[in-house]
C-alpha cells in the first residue's frame, strides 16, 4: 500500500504565498510522474502542475510564472511553491502519484487534499 499525505494549505492574502508539499510512503519501488491538482466548489478537478522523475515540468495556463513545482525522489516528494496568489486560486488542492510498488507494478494514488482559501 501507498499513501499520500499532503500539507502547507491554509488562508492567505490575495498577493501572498503557500508552499504546499505531499510526502508519499508505503511500499514503494520508485515513483514516476507527480503532480498537483486543485478542484473547486462546483467545478471539475483540474491539472495545475505534473513534473517526471527527470524532473519536466508542465503548468496549466493560469499558474505559469506563479507557481512552481518541484520533487525530491529521495524522499519520494513533491512540492508546490505558490506565489502572487489570487482569489481564484482558492480550492482543494490534491497531490497524485504515480508509484511503482514492490511488486513492480505502477499505480496511481491521490492524496486526501488540502484547502487553499484566497481572501482578503
Known amino acids: 500500500q501507498v499513501q499520500l499525505v499532503e500539507s502547507g494549505g491554509g488562508p492567505v492574502q490575495p498577493g501572498g504565498s503557500l508552499r504546499l508539499s505531499c510526502a508519499a510512503s508505503g511500499s514503494i519501488f520508485s515513483s514516476n510522474a507527480m503532480g498537483w491538482y486543485r478542484q473547486a466548489p462546483g467545478k471539475q478537478r483540474e491539472l495545475v502542475a505534473t513534473?517526471?522523475?527527470?524532473?519536466?515540468?508542465n503548468y496549466a495556463d493560469s499558474v505559469k510564472g506563479r507557481f512552481t513545482i518541484s520533487r525530491d525522489n529521495a524522499k519520494n516528494r513533491v512540492y508546490l511553491q505558490m506565489n502572487s496568489l489570487k482569489p481564484e486560486d482558492t480550492a482543494v488542492y490534491y497531490c497524485?502519484?504515480?508509484?511503482?510498488?514492490?511488486?513492480?507494478?505502477?499505480?496511481?494514488?491521490w492524496g486526501q487534499g488540502t484547502q487553499v482559501t484566497v481572501s482578503s
Open positions: 513534473i517526471t522523475s527527470g524532473g519536466t515540468t
Open positions: 497524485k502519484a504515480n508509484v511503482r510498488d514492490l511488486t513492480l507494478r505502477a499505480y496511481d494514488y
